[in-house]
């Protein structure tokens, strides 16, 4: 779980710092294997984060082979946390997707 917790970080870490030096806004994906847990974290912790610092930013989550649903454990988590959770349901990633962002943020997809 260490592991996991500490990829979300460093993927909220490096958006953020590529997001802070682009002057238009910046489309940030984050991908995860099944787009309901790791992506739905590390995009609801990176939106908190740049809205706080007025980055221009649009934050995406998607999965590769993505589960039915949103983790209910991450849901509850966020919600408990004051966070909004930020996809409905998970969706696979498309090219249209990867080919918008201006950062790709992969915790273990690929």
Known sequence: MRLHVFCIVLGVC???????????RTTVLFMCPHGAAKSVLASAYFQRIAK???????????????QDTVSPLIA????????????????????ADL????????????
């Open 14 to 24: 490096g958006a953020l710092s590529l997001a802070l030096v682009q002057p238009k």
């Open 52 to 66: 706080e610092r007025g980055l221009k930013v649009r934050v995406d989550a998607a999965g590769v082979e993505p």
């Open 76 to 95: 509850e988590h966020l919600r408990r946390n004051g966070y909004t959770v930020p996809v409905a349901k998970p969706r696979a990633v498309t090219k």
């Open 99 to 110: 080919e918008e962002a201006d950062v790709v943020v992969s915790m273990g997809s690929i």
